[in-house]
């Protein structure tokens, strides 16, 4: 039997590398720093609660493998990121460190083409000087989010299907706007996390 643990996260802007800057300037921007510090304060509960969850969940580590939502790679190369990032701050990196140091295994989860090609028009928004720029570069990603959203999650779910085992557990860290669920195979018992 194989398990399929899904957890719904809530991303920061420490999850998303160098496009940090301006996703914290455009949530101030957009919220006023107040309740944008209000929100940070939210989604910090939200990381203690699943930390406890995921504490609490009594694994096998070393029967255990590791999906992170935006994570291309495994192995070494995958390590460094999870190390770095949770280095840096990030709960959700820190959490998944912990679970590496402990015996799960990290799997690359996420195309580099699909991730590539959703960093680009996000930082073509970011990155717009005019309001005029800005709705050109939001219209031009709005044509294509469905469909890159369809192929991100038939791409993860292909990844846990054919790296987790019989008798493993695999946890996803998956953002909300996710739907990988249609694309598990019918022998994983898959469980969202709520």
């Given at each position: 039997?194989?398990?399929?643990?899904?957890?719904?996260?809530?991303?920061?802007?420490l999850?998303?590398?160098s496009?940090?800057?301006g996703l914290?300037?455009?949530?101030?921007?957009?919220?006023g720093?107040?309740?944008?510090?209000?929100?940070?304060?939210?989604?910090?509960?939200?990381?203690?609660e699943?930390?406890?969850d995921?504490?609490?969940?009594?694994?096998?580590?070393?029967k255990?493998?590791v999906?992170?939502?935006?994570?291309?790679?495994?192995?070494?190369?995958?390590?460094?990121?999870?190390?770095?990032?949770?280095?840096?701050?990030?709960?959700?990196?820190q959490?998944?460190?912990?679970?590496?140091?402990?015996?799960?295994?990290?799997?690359?989860t996420?195309?580099?083409?699909?991730?590539?090609?959703?960093?680009?028009?996000?930082?073509a928004?970011l990155?717009?000087?005019?309001?005029?720029?800005?709705?050109e570069?939001?219209?031009?990603?709005?044509?294509?989010r469905?469909?890159?959203?369809?192929?991100?999650?038939?791409?993860?779910?292909?990844s846990?299907n054919?790296?987790l085992?019989?008798?493993?557990?695999?946890?996803l860290?998956?953002?909300?706007?996710?739907?990988?669920?249609?694309?598990?195979?019918?022998?994983?018992?898959?469980?969202?996390?709520d």
């Open positions: 039997m194989r398990k399929l643990m899904i957890i719904r996260i809530v991303h920061t802007p999850d998303m590398g496009a940090k800057e914290v300037k455009d949530g101030i921007s957009r919220m720093r107040e309740r944008w510090e209000e929100n940070q304060r939210r989604i910090e509960k939200f990381w203690d699943v930390e406890s995921v504490d609490s969940m009594g694994l096998d580590y070393e255990t493998r999906y992170q939502d935006g994570l291309p790679c495994a192995g070494a190369m995958g390590e460094k990121i999870i190390r770095d990032t949770a280095d840096k701050g990030s709960r959700n990196y959490i998944i460190k912990k679970l590496m140091d402990k015996g799960a295994k990290i799997e690359a996420e195309s580099p083409q699909l991730l590539m090609q959703e960093y680009s028009h996000i930082k928004i990155d717009a000087g005019t309001e005029n720029e800005k709705a570069a939001e219209a031009k990603y709005g044509r294509v469905d469909r890159l959203m369809l192929d991100r999650d038939a791409f993860i779910a292909g846990i054919s790296t085992k019989d008798g493993e557990t695999g946890i860290f998956i953002g909300a706007s996710h739907n990988v669920l249609p694309g598990i195979a019918g022998d994983i018992e898959a469980k969202v996390l």
